[in-house]
């Protein structure tokens, strides 16, 4: 792994330094599956195999910019019910023959809603105070939690999201964020989703929890 790693990181540098192209990766492997997405440190570690000289200062050169990508509907959200529904009481959730293959169709051809993508900007100024820290595990933690933000930020919150967080916390306070008929028509969605699993309350809040998630985050860097 650590010379492909290294071949990558290279690439990647001679991509955007010689040839004047973009590279878009994502965050961390796969999307989280509750909706709490957060970049591996350790893809940034990979970036930093190509640096020659200080590891902040190579970071900065590749002019790293957070891109918020929003669905409306997570097409495998059910899917993801079953597996974090038996890890909730310590069970291992063993994958059937070909259901990685069937979740990746899904996944692409699924519905999803409205999409929203959203371009930040970079964050060489944000992370030039980290010029300090010298252990290397720690700035790139510090780094990785500045593109967190800058995701959550921009991050656009559908109505599927609203109403999740309100059903979760048994409030109104983004009531008035719903759309005409939102919370209705999210929660016959919710049913249908859930049909396998009726009445399990537990479902349901894993389900909730997974739309309602991007809220909190967005809340965490207002």
Excluded at 46 to 57: H, P, R, S, V, Y
Excluded at 149 to 176: F, G, P, Q
Aim: glycine share 6%; net charge negative.
């Amino acid at each position: 792994m650590l010379p492909v790693s290294r071949e990558l990181s290279s690439y990647i540098d001679y991509t955007l330094k010689e040839k004047k192209q973009s590279i878009w990766i994502a965050q961390r492997e796969g999307r989280a599956k509750d909706g709490f997405d957060k970049t591996n440190p350790g893809l940034l570690k990979m970036f930093g195999m190509a640096a020659e000289g200080n590891l902040l200062d190579h970071l900065i050169s590749l002019n790293i910019t957070p891109v918020s990508l929003a669905y409306e509907l997570d097409p495998c959200d059910s899917f993801k019910v079953a597996e974090l529904l038996k890890k909730s009481v310590g069970e291992e959730y063993i994958k059937e023959k070909g259901e990685d293959e069937m979740n990746m169709i899904m996944g692409i051809q699924g519905e999803k809603g409205n999409i929203h993508v959203q371009y930040g900007t970079p964050i060489n100024e944000k992370i030039k105070q980290f010029s300090d820290i010298k252990n290397r595990n720690e700035l790139l933690k510090n780094i990785a939690e500045v593109i967190d933000r800058e995701i959550y930020k921009n991050y656009h919150l559908w109505n599927s999201n609203y109403v999740a967080y309100d059903l979760l916390n048994s409030s109104t306070k983004y009531v008035e964020q719903y759309d005409e008929n939102g919370k209705e028509k999210f929660m016959d969605y919710m049913a249908m989703k859930l049909s396998d699993f009726s009445g399990d309350k537990k479902a349901e809040n894993i389900f909730l929890q997974m739309y309602a998630n991007p809220v909190i985050n967005a809340e965490g860097v207002k």
